[in-house]
């Protein structure tokens, strides 16, 4: 891990596409801007464990029955779908 640090208004570059630079500095919090390609996903780390977490509870918690069912329907519409 890189540690570096960084002043208001300071930028860091990563690769040619993406910059990072430190907006404002309070008492235990850091804000920061993101600029980069709309292709690049940015999210924080805290949703993507929740989100991790909640597709665990969901998998857990579906009936097998349920899936064969529901992948009859697609296949279904899949057949009467064509283009």
Do not use: H, W
């Amino acid at each position: 891990m890189l540690v570096i640090s960084r002043k208001i208004n300071e930028k860091i570059k990563i690769g040619k596409d993406i910059e990072i630079v430190i907006l404002s500095i309070d008492k235990n919090q850091v804000k920061i801007g993101i600029e980069a390609p709309k292709n690049i996903s940015i999210l924080r780390n805290e949703l993507i464990e929740n989100i991790k977490s909640e597709n665990k509870k969901a998998a857990k918690n579906i009936d097998i029955n349920t899936i064969k069912s529901f992948s009859k329907v697609i296949y279904e519409n899949k057949s009467t779908c064509k283009s």
